[in-house]
């Protein structure tokens, strides 16, 4: 199991390479570090001065792939390769190429806190109602419960996500005023705000992952092992919720 995972890593991590180092290639392929410096700087009027200006304070200048100039190591790591592809490997993601030149790993440490905010609990319940959900269906199969239930995820799989959002709002918090429209707050003034998208994207997810797991658990109660449970004379919410 051990050697699983680390192979399962291993090729996790030569994709992650591959597709980075092909984004690169592609990316300045179709494009040139003049043609970067015109589109963020704008304007009709463009000399070669601004644009040799912004390639040199963001490291375009640089040749892309080898560096002839330089000696030793620094024929590799002073190259736009290195510092805009290789680098994020060391997670050090480097300044964005707008005009503040924000530094872009102290970007998403700051804005990762609210993510994490509203994507954990979202998953944690995610789980838990669409699993338990799932196992309902299951339980009450090729019942008049099993039909609808299934009815109704198929209902919400093709509602779009957009329709959740405008209703949700207009309802709860234009109708209603339980919860804010927008903004956000820290501590536990955070929760107001939180409930909404973490309901409306729950309710929106909730067909597609229902279907999902029911059709997983219905091929699993077939197998042998289940089978076996049975016979021994388990009942069947505990062959579902335990075995």
Known sequence: MFRYLLRRLGYGLLILVGVNLLTFFLFFTVNTPDDMARLNIGGKRITQAQIDKWKSERGYDRPLYFNAAEQGTAQITRTVLWERSVSLMLLDFGRSDSARSADIGHEVSTR????????????????????????????????????????????????????????????????????????????????????????????????????????????????????????????????????
């Open 112 to 243: 990762m806190g609210v993510s994490l905010q509203l994507a954990l609990p979202l998953f944690i319940l995610q789980l838990i109602v669409s699993i338990g959900f799932s196992l309902a269906l299951v339980y009450f199969r090729h019942t008049r419960f099993d039909f609808w239930g299934v009815v109704l995820c198929v209902l919400m799989l093709s509602i779009s996500s957009l329709f959740y959002i405008i209703v949700g709002q207009f309802f709860f918090s234009r109708v209603l005023r339980l919860v804010p429209i927008s903004g956000f707050a820290g501590g536990l003034d955070a929760v107001r705000f939180l409930a909404l998208p973490v309901l409306l994207s729950l309710l929106a997810r909730l067909g597609g992952e229902a279907r999902l797991y029911r059709a997983m658990f219905l091929e699993e109660i077939g197998r042998d092992y289940v089978r076996t449970a049975r016979a021994k004379g388990l009942s069947e919410s505990v062959v579902l919720l335990r075995h």
